[in-house]
């Protein structure tokens, strides 16, 4: 079946350093793809998404490149802050489908 | 605009017991999703609604069950809870124009569930 996969956390970092989140999919056909942050004690918020390959989606800083040929969609930030700190999912639906398939998630903290 | 709003916030109940959770759907969405998200996971999709009629399943048992009202808010129903029901349950709303393809989804706060 369809999977998300993204690289174990926690992960740890000081403030204004670069910040790169790996994750890689399964799936047949050509889903869209997503990243979603969840701040502490609140639901899922979209991030960025990218509907097809080569596609680069961004907001607020951060990017991913939809990668067809390594099936993957890492997302980047180049100076990270402390309010960047939550948990980021990445997440695909394929075209016609109901659900979004998640990623186990990637807990990121920010030190001053 | 009105967000997504899950009502209650955090629930406790013994196993066996059976629990209704609440959701209104952000103005101007007309299909609600539902999504369990245990402890350090991902959310894994329960089901999705849709003018009042289920469209979609993910794999969770018949005692999961949910309703959509015409005002598209909706309620998500556990029959015979398991301590494994134990988790932080997402509301999410969208507008699709037609079935399966959607705007993208607005997520509620959750309700955290919590079985004993």
């Known amino acids: 079946g369809d999977s998300v996969t993204q690289m174990e956390g926690p992960v740890t970092l000081s403030e204004e350093a670069c910040l790169t989140i790996?994750?890689?999919?399964?799936?047949?056909?050509?889903?869209?793809l997503f990243w979603y942050v969840q701040y502490p004690g609140e639901g899922l918020q979209l991030l960025l998404k990218a509907t097809k390959a080569d596609d680069k989606g961004s907001n607020k800083g951060f990017e991913a490149t939809y990668r067809k040929e390594t099936t993957s969609f890492h997302l980047e930030k180049g100076s990270v802050q402390v309010s960047d700190s939550a948990v980021y999912f990445c997440a695909l639906k394929k075209k016609g489908a109901q659900k979004l398939v998640f990623g186990q998630g990637t807990r990121l903290t920010i030190n001053p | 605009e009105t967000g997504v709003t899950q009502s209650p916030t955090h629930l406790i109940k013994t196993r066996g017991q059976q629990v209704t959770l609440r959701c209104s759907s952000q103005?101007?969405?007309?299909?609600v999703s539902w999504y369990q998200q245990a402890l350090g996971q991902g959310p894994q999709f329960i089901f999705q609604y849709y003018r009042e009629e289920e469209n979609g399943r993910g794999n969770f048992p018949p005692r999961f069950s949910g309703l959509q009202f015409p005002n598209y808010s909706s309620e998500l129903n556990v029959n015979a809870l398991e301590l494994d029901d134990s988790a932080l349950y997402l509301c999410?709303?969208?507008?699709?124009?037609?079935?399966?393809?959607?705007?993208?989804?607005?997520f509620g706060n959750g309700t955290r569930l919590t079985v004993t």
């Open positions: 790996n994750c890689t999919y399964t799936a047949t056909g050509y889903p869209s």
């Open positions: 999410a709303s969208s507008l699709s124009q037609v079935r399966g393809d959607h705007s993208p989804l607005h």
């Open positions: 103005s101007g969405h007309n299909t």
